[in-house]
């Protein structure tokens, strides 16, 4: 059985850094796709940055040049690099990792358990 954790988030202050990882573990027979999600309090669950099994990146303009997302498949982990944070970016970040666990299953979205990140002074 597939699972992922999270970790690295935290209290940080406007215009600080936090890197988050997302590891799997369990079978994985082949993945795709990986990213991450936020959800901020009294807000839809949103798209931060994706990255596909060719290393071809995305980002919500929100974020765009000061989050960089990256990925290691030997470590079946994603990595999301967040600096000159804003309040803004504060809220529950959630990464997903798109994968078959195996041969004979189809690709589906497992998901970690979320890692809360504030930013505020």
């Known amino acids: 059985q597939v699972q992922l954790v999270e970790s690295g988030g935290g209290l940080v202050q406007p215009g600080g850094s936090l890197r988050l990882s997302c590891a799997a573990s369990?079978?994985?027979?082949?993945?795709?796709?990986m990213g991450w999600h936020r959800q901020a309090p009294g807000k839809q669950r949103e798209l931060v940055t994706a990255?596909?099994?060719?290393?071809?990146?995305n980002y919500a303009d929100s974020v765009k040049g000061r989050f960089t997302i990256s990925r290691d498949n030997a470590k079946n982990t994603v990595i999301l690099e967040m600096n000159s944070l804003k309040p803004e970016d504060t809220g529950v970040y959630y990464c997903?990792?798109?994968?078959?666990?195996?041969?004979?299953?189809?690709?589906?979205?497992?998901w970690g358990q979320g890692t809360q990140v504030t930013v505020s002074s």
């Open positions: 369990g079978t994985i027979f082949s993945l795709n796709a």
């Open positions: 990255i596909t099994s060719g290393g071809i990146t």
């Open positions: 997903y990792l798109y994968l078959r666990a195996s041969a004979t299953s189809p690709y589906s979205n497992y």
